[in-house]
């Protein structure tokens, strides 16, 4: 492909002509837009919207075309705090016994926080800058944080004393010094080595103590006078395979028995993340049976978990503009052709929110959200086969290789990517000057949420 298909710039006014007419026609404009509806719960972020998530979408998209304002079409995501909410209920209904620490990393969101906070939800801190982030929001106590990781610098340590935050993981001996020196106070929990070969992201090249280790460390703990209170493991993040929590319990077990061996009182378990959302239920019962099986005597033993993904991976959806195509010139490729003939450029890519792609072996699949100013594509559109691209100057920067997309999609039309919600906006970097993609929020048909979150701004927890 060599030639560079130059079209015709959308015009907004297309918008109003453009058949088939479909309900929400980008003419009409939907009535969300009344003042009072934005009413604000927490001043200082922007405002919780109510409706679908999928009405969201096309007002961007209606707005976007309604202006002309630098940047109008900029990529923008939709949260869906409802979604979280039920991810939530799932878990109570499933691991009832487990309180979830949610991994912050994951996404720093300030209305999910504030949501899962509100919900009694603990939180998995790794830095400085994330315990801040949460113990900022208020109402937050500090042993409602685990700082979850197990190689932290000392002045890291001396901060999470200065804060209050008192449990903390180690895998090595070095570490056990540095606590000793900075929080001689810290509640600590053992991070154990476990198989996380069946996840997309292995942890254990990294962090995790091999159970031979175990005992040499909890006996350097004790003679450095600091008290070790549990276990915690990682089976890797994205778990696809939910049986390896089998092997993790057992592993904790016998962590837990050289805990009393070397005169340490255990009482915390800590089963980590990795939960993926589309096997979350067999992972939950085969961890809850191994806990049944390992721990069949839970008294003085609180289970805490580390969910990160879980919560916040298909709350958020991501639109996108096509701002470029690379297309042949003339006659219209043949629509079998295994190859991508045509390259669309969007204007977020793997340097933006679709970083999810290099560091979380994520593949994305497009849809198309709009299309020649319709939000109707006909479901007999002929496809042809495309490649999608990210807006930077790099060749990495590819966010689909190839997918069948419309042969009538054009620069102006908008493509949508669903399940955007994890490792994806807290990674994203400015790299070539892009600006990073900002989100609309909605409580989606839920008056629950808002309820749930009117009353934490007002001070109270919800535990449900
Ligand atoms: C990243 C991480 C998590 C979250 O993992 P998910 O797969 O998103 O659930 C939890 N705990 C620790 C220590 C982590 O590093």
Redesign the pocket.
Known sequence: MSQVHVLPPTNPSHFAQSPPPSPLQFAQRPPWSAPDEHESLFPALPPLLHGHPDLHLRNGILNAAASDAEGAESAFFVADLTQVYRQHLRWRACLPQIQPFY?V??NPDPYVLRLLAALGAGF?C?SNGEISQVLDIGGIHPSRIIF?NPCKAVSFVRNAAKMGVDMMTFDNADELYKIARAHPRAQLVVRILTDDSKSLCQ?GIKFGAPLATVPGLLAKAKELGLAVVGVSF?VG??CYDPSVYTDAVMRARTAFDMGADAGHRFTLLDV????EDAVFEQAASFLSDAIDTYFPDRSGIKIIA?????YVSKAFSLATNIIARRAPLGETPAASSEEPSVMYYINDGVYGAFNCILFDHQTAHPHVLSMGGSFHVPADEPLHTSSVWGPTCDSIDCVCPTTQLPRALRVGDWLGFDNMG?YTICAASQFNGFQLSKVVYTTSGSSEVRSVLAKFAAGDVVDV
Do not use: I, Q, T
Not at 272 to 275: A, S, W
Not at 306 to 310: A, D, I, Y
């Open positions: 991994a990393k994951c998995d790794a979850a942890l990682h993040s994205g980590g993340g990795g939960f580390e969910p990160g993904r879980f994890a």
